[in-house]
C-alpha cells in the first residue's frame, strides 16, 4: 500500500530532483522507488542525508483557500511522494540524494564488484557470533535478489524492434494477453525508463526506444 509522503528539504535540492525527474520523464517517486528497488537498503541507509532546509531556507506560495486565501506564505520546501508504507522522509531524501549522484556523475556503484565487501554487521559484545553472521548471510541474499530484479528489468532487445500488442506487453513485463489501463501503463513505463533511461547507471538507447514504442502501441489500443 502506498502512502503519501511529505519530505522536507532545501529549495536547491528539491529543485535538482524535480529537474532530474522531468529531464527522465517520471516523478520524485519513481527516482526513489528506482534506487530503493536497485540497491541493497544498508547501501541507502549510509548514504548522507541532506536533511531539513536550514531557518532561512524558504519559498512563496500564495494561499488558494480558506479565509487567507490569495495572500502569500513562507514556507519550508518539500517534496510530496507517494511511496510505500512504512518508508520514511530520511530514506527517501538519502535515495534521491544517490538518484542524483549518479545522474550527474558524483558517484558510480558497480553491484557486480566482487571486491566490494557486504556491509559490516557490528557484533554483540557477548558473543553472539552466529547471529551475526546469519544477519551478513541474509544481507548476501538481499543483494542478489535486488541483482536478479535488476538483471530482470534489463530485458534483451527485440531485433526487429516492436511491431504487436504481445511483443509490447512483453518489453514493458505484462503477462501475454493482459489488457492494462492506460494508468498501469504509464506508471509501469515511468518506473522501467528511470532504469533503461540511456543517463541511467544501467540504460540503454535500444532499449529506451523499445519502450517508448511498446507504450506508445498499448496506449494507442
Known amino acids: 500500500m502506498k502512502k503519501s509522503y511529505t519530505v522536507p528539504c532545501s529549495l536547491a535540492f528539491r529543485d535538482a530532483v524535480n529537474g532530474l525527474a522531468a529531464a527522465r520523464g517520471v516523478n520524485a517517486a519513481d527516482l526513489a522507488r528506482s534506487i530503493l528497488l536497485a540497491l541493497p537498503r544498508s547501501l541507502v541507509e549510509a548514504a548522507p542525508d541532506t536533511g531539513a532546509p536550514g531557518a532561512e531556507d524558504r519559498e512563496t506560495v500564495i494561499l488558494k483557500s480558506g479565509p487567507a486565501a490569495g495572500r502569500p506564505w513562507r514556507r519550508k520546501p518539500r517534496l510530496q511522494v507517494r511511496m510505500a508504507e512504512g518508508t520514511t522522509p530520511e530514506q527517501i531524501r538519502r535515495a534521491l540524494g544517490l538518484a542524483l549522484g549518479l545522474a550527474q556523475g558524483r558517484l558510480a556503484l558497480d553491484l557486480n564488484d566482487p571486491t566490494v565487501p557486504p556491509p559490516p554487521v557490528a557484533v554483540a559484545q557477548d558473543g553472539r557470533i552466529a547471529e551475526a553472521e546469519g544477519r551478513?548471510?541474509?544481507?548476501?541474499?538481499?543483494?542478489?535478489?535486488?541483482?536478479a530484479t535488476v538483471a530482470a528489468l534489463s530485458f534483451v532487445p527485440l531485433a526487429h524492434g516492436v511491431r504487436t500488442r504481445e511483443e509490447a506487453l512483453h518489453i514493458l513485463g505484462f503477462p501475454p494477453g493482459l489488457n492494462p489501463s492506460p494508468t498501469t501503463v504509464r506508471s509501469r513505463f515511468r518506473m522501467l525508463a528511470t532504469i533503461h533511461h540511456p543517463d541511467s547507471p544501467y540504460g540503454s538507447h535500444e532499449r529506451?526506444?523499445?519502450?517508448?514504442?511498446?507504450?506508445a502501441l498499448l496506449r494507442a489500443g
Open 136 to 147: 551478513i548471510a541474509r544481507q548476501d541474499e538481499e543483494i542478489e535478489r535486488l541483482r
Open 208 to 215: 529506451m526506444s523499445q519502450l517508448n514504442a511498446a507504450a
